[in-house]
């Protein structure tokens, strides 16, 4: 049996270290699309062979442990999206589908709050489908388009969107990470829920009213014309996605949808053209396709190697330094915040950071008289943030595919993220909200 060592969490610092790294030290020179000089499938192969090199056992047995990883049901499931999420997004704009749902959207919303409602209406659509991917899939192109029609920042706007879909993504009763959080700790979903909303509500206000004032003095372009029918694959898609819809199958219908908008209502395009528009979606994904079947596969290493079980050690052996845990709560909530946050970072995502560290959270909770309900709640919150926040995490790379941006730009506009940190984090310090006692 492999020992768990800090070692094998060694690949992942140096796949950092030479994707943020690069992109700084090119930033710093003055190379303009610093963080485009060296790619983040490239930056990973180092720390891929760095990690092999760590693995016990045979050469061919290291491989079949990375090639496993590679083939893990959650990243292929993300790479189907992010095809499928590529192909919708560029079929839809070539139809004029994203133009359209622009411009019916600034026909009817404010100037000053077009950015609090690409939020609200981001947030909506991800707390009902309970997918934070589908939704940034569906909604990062209306962000694109609502930055090119107005002043606003692209990276606003972007960041806008992945800030709502992870609020979503975090109090959404049907997502994954909500029902990992409360199996593990053995409560009920809506006990889960009105601890997170407790927090997460503060967090989005204050999102808002930061949002109305970065987009307060937004200049709006007249909205030009539009023809409903060509904000139908959009509407549909957010129809669909809300009564609970398969995301995969969600977007296929978008693609159709889109597709027949271009055959029966625009000129000149025929289904030579939908094809080409539909694999020029498959490329632009490619990159991130690409690093996140590697990142899945550098996961699995270095979780053989016992990395992650390390890094729960070290934190159960941390939280074990009072000397009478049920006067210190806090530190419990500390601990078990830091397990799952710590544990998203090494394997960059959420609902696997969750389950992996559930147990050791569970046990942490049990120690200090955490609730069961406020430990769940606690991981689902931080497992978000992080995620929310991660350069090579699915969400930011998918929006920054869409967007044509660094994702390591993105992560600084994300501001919900952020105000959830901070907000999460008063939470602790302050021991409320705390679930009222059971009768």
């Not at 004029?96 to 600034?106: E, K, M, Q, R, S």
């Not at 806008?160 to 109090?171: E, P, S, Y």
Request: charged residues 10%; hydrophobic residues 50%; aromatic residues 8%.
């Amino acid at each position: 049996m492999t020992k768990n060592s800090p070692l094998a969490l060694l690949p992942l610092g140096l796949f950092l270290a030479l994707f943020i790294g690069s992109g700084l030290y090119y930033h710093a020179a003055g190379t303009d699309f610093a963080f485009y000089q060296i790619s983040a499938p490239v930056a990973i192969l180092p720390a891929i062979v760095l990690a092999l090199m760590l693995q016990k056992g045979r050469l061919n047995e290291r491989i079949e442990t990375f090639i496993a990883g590679v083939g893990d049901n959650t990243i292929i499931t993300m790479a189907l999206i992010y095809l499928l999420a590529g192909a919708f997004a560029s079929v839809a704009k070539a139809v004029g589908g994203v133009d359209a749902t622009v411009n019916f959207g600034l026909s009817i919303i404010p100037p000053e709050l077009v950015l609090p409602g690409l939020f609200v209406i981001t947030a909506f659509v991800a707390t009902s489908m309970g997918t934070s991917m589908g939704t940034i899939a569906a909604i990062a192109p209306i962000a694109v388009g609502v930055a090119e029609a107005t002043d606003l920042s692209l990276l606003l706007t972007v960041g806008t969107v992945v800030g709502g879909a992870m609020f979503g993504d975090n109090l959404s009763i049907i997502s994954d990470t909500t029902i990992a959080a409360t199996r593990t700790q053995g409560c009920e979903m809506r006990d889960k829920f009105r601890l997170n909303f407790k927090i997460a509500l503060p967090a989005a206000l204050l999102t808002l009213v930061w949002l109305y004032v970065q987009g307060s003095s937004a200049q709006v372009e007249a909205p030009g014309d539009y023809e409903l029918i060509r904000v139908l694959p959009y509407l549909a898609v957010l129809l669909l996605a809300l009564s609970g819809l398969n995301v995969m199958l969600v977007l296929f219908v978008g693609i159709l949808l889109a597709g027949a908008v271009g055959l029966f209502a625009t000129e000149g395009y025929n289904v030579a053209q939908w094809s080409k528009d539909i694999y020029a979606g498959y490329t632009g994904m490619q990159e991130i396709l690409i690093l996140s079947l590697l990142i899945g596969g550098l996961g699995a290493l270095m979780k053989s190697q016992g990395g992650l079980v390390w890094l729960a050690g070290m934190i159960d052996k941390l939280s074990r330094q009072s000397e009478d845990p049920r006067k210190h709560r806090r530190s419990g909530e500390f601990s078990i915040s830091a397990a799952v946050a710590l544990t998203n970072v090494c394997t960059a995502n959420n609902t696997v950071a969750i389950i992996i560290s559930g147990g050791l959270a569970k046990d942490i909770a049990q120690r200090y008289g955490v609730d069961p309900r406020r430990s769940a709640s606690l991981m689902d919150i931080f497992s978000c943030v992080v995620q929310g926040m991660l350069p090579y995490g699915a969400q930011v790379l998918l929006a920054g595919s869409i967007a044509k941006l660094s994702p390591l730009e993105i992560i600084g506009n994300i501001h919900y993220c952020w105000i959830l940190a901070a907000a999460a984090l008063i939470s602790i310090v302050i021991g409320y909200p705390q679930p009222k006692a059971r009768s």
